[in-house]
């Protein structure tokens, strides 16, 4: 008995694979999820568009508060400034008269 009898022949694989492509039914599956593919892919088109428009937004938001803050900080150091802290105690600092400089003999520091 010859066992070689029940492998197909190359031949017969290649006209099943053709009758398989050919088959109506994968046609219509294939285009399905061709279809779907291309429907996935402009959502994602359309959602990305939507992240770039809020990232700009936000892009502003900082550039605004960074802007403000430049602001606060220049009101921080107006009010930190002598003239200011003198306005507001109404002239109770006095002025120092005949100021003297301690000079260091020598380069000793203290250490731990």
Do not use: H, W
Request: net charge positive; hydrophobic share 45%; glycine share 4%.
């Amino acid at each position: 008995m010859n066992m070689y009898c029940d492998i197909p022949a190359l031949k017969d694989r290649q006209t099943s694979v053709r009758k398989f492509l050919n088959n109506q039914i994968f046609r219509i599956v294939l285009g399905c999820v061709a279809v779907i593919f291309a429907v996935l892919c402009s959502l994602n088109m359309s959602v990305m568009s939507t992240k770039g428009y809020d990232i700009a937004e936000l892009e502003d938001q900082i550039s605004a508060l960074e802007k403000a803050n430049q602001k606060i900080d220049l009101k921080i150091a107006e009010y930190r400034s002598m003239r200011n802290i003198q306005g507001r105690l109404d002239d109770s600092l006095i002025a120092a008269e005949d100021i003297k400089y301690a000079t260091l003999v020598g380069t000793a520091v203290a250490r731990r």
